[in-house]
Nanobody, 125 residues
Framework: VQLVESGGGLVQAGDSLRLSCTASGSSFDWYTMGWFRQAPGEEREFVAT????????AYSDSVKGRFTVSRNNRKSMVSLQMNGLKPEDTAVYYCAAIEGVLRDTATQVSQYKYWGQGTQVTVSS
């Protein structure tokens, strides 16, 4: 599966952004999907994940209550709605996929097989 992220940009603290990830090449509903981010000099970290049928989601503590992950299997798309953005949310955001059991989520970088190229999110104070 090929993944392409979009929707990044430069915003001010408190603003919102919606990231999208479009998949091609395989049946999208086979895949558990995740969002990760990587700031300069930092390791890639988990942000959010959603199961194949959207029954299960999980979030990192740092974004819980501010970010919402969703997917549209008919459009082969997963989205990340980011509200109340903070300067510490500044990073390159990556979409990732792994063939998954129907209701599984995955929170570890090592669990994912397919990655997008990333989209930059910059939040100014």
């Amino acid at each position: 599966v090929q993944l392409v992220e979009s929707g990044g940009g430069l915003v001010q603290a408190g603003d919102s952004l919606r990231l999208s990830c479009t998949a091609s090449g395989s049946s999208f509903d086979w895949y558990t999907m995740g969002w990760f981010r990587q700031a300069p000099g930092e390791e890639r970290e988990f942000v959010a994940t959603i199961s194949r049928n959207s029954d299960s989601t999980a979030y990192s503590d740092s974004v819980k209550g501010r970010f919402t992950v969703s997917r549209n299997n008919r459009k082969s798309m997963v989205s990340l709605q980011m509200n109340g953005l903070k300067p510490e949310d500044t990073a390159v955001y990556y979409c990732a996929a792994i063939e998954g059991v129907l209701r599984d989520t995955a929170t570890q970088v090592s669990q994912y097989k397919y990655w997008g190229q990333g989209t930059q999110v910059t939040v100014s104070s």
